[in-house]
């Protein structure tokens, strides 16, 4: 059973940074790919960013040139390095493994990032 824990949300002030973690454990299969979701307060979830197994990534059009998403496959853990963070990037932050044979998705247990003064 694949679990992911999240980890390294937090407050930070407009203009700063945070990075973000996801352990995953369980993955017995290697047709997957690795995901950051956020939602805000009376909104949908929306993807972030996404990394597949030959490194290619998919960001947000509000995130591009901001955040970063990485893999340490040693570690079986993903990163999303978030820069330049603004109030409207405030959210509950959501690790996702999305099985890309049949889309079927595990999720984390969701990070709250809040960006103010």
């Known amino acids: 059973q694949v679990q992911l824990v999240e980890s390294g949300g937090g407050l930070v002030q407009p203009g700063g940074s945070l990075r973000l973690s996801c352990a995953a454990s369980g993955i017995m299969f290697s047709n997957y790919a690795m995901g950051w979701y956020r939602q805000a307060p009376g909104k949908q979830r929306d993807l972030v960013a996404r990394i597949y197994n030959d490194g290619s990534t998919n960001y947000a059009e509000s995130v591009k040139g901001r955040f970063t998403i990485s893999t340490d496959n040693a570690k079986n853990t993903v990163y999303l390095q978030m820069n330049s963070l603004t109030p409207e990037d405030t959210a509950v932050y959501y690790c996702?493994?999305?099985?890309?044979?049949?889309?079927?998705?595990?999720w984390g247990q969701g990070t709250q990032v809040t960006v103010s003064s």
């Open positions: 996702n493994l999305l099985r890309l044979w049949n889309r079927v998705a595990s």
